[in-house]
């Protein structure tokens, strides 16, 4: 069965830091793309970030420049280094792959920014 499970998050001030994990397990992380999502309250899930097999990035325009997507496959996990944080970044992160697997989603993390 496999699993993503994702840690990392908590309250963080703005312009602070938080460097998030996603576990895999099995091969998932090696065979696929994979991505951050997060969901804000009463929002629908957003994509947030990729990385590719090959370490290719690619990021949404409201983390462009603050977040960096990071993969170790040696140790199945991707992270998500997060600075400058906003109170609009506040949400559940999770990760999954790339095209989205619905049963692959976990638990989320949550994130929230705030004085």
């Known amino acids: 069965q496999v699993q993503l499970v994702e840690s990392g998050g908590g309250l963080v001030q703005p312009g602070g830091s938080l460097r998030l994990s996603c576990a895999a397990s099995?091969?998932?992380?090696?065979?696929?793309?994979m991505g951050w999502y997060r969901q804000a309250p009463g929002k629908q899930r957003e994509w947030v970030a990729t990385?590719?097999?090959?370490?290719?990035?690619d990021y949404a325009d409201s983390v462009k420049g603050r977040f960096t997507i990071s993969r170790d496959n040696a140790k199945n996990t991707v992270h998500l280094q997060m600075n400058g944080l906003k109170p609009e970044d506040t949400a559940v992160y999770y990760c999954?792959?790339?095209?989205?697997?619905?049963?692959?989603w976990g638990q989320g993390t949550q994130v929230t920014v705030s004085s």
């Open positions: 999954n792959t790339i095209p989205v697997r619905y049963d692959y």
């Open positions: 099995g091969s998932i992380l090696r065979l696929n793309t």
């Open positions: 990385i590719t097999r090959g370490g290719s990035t």
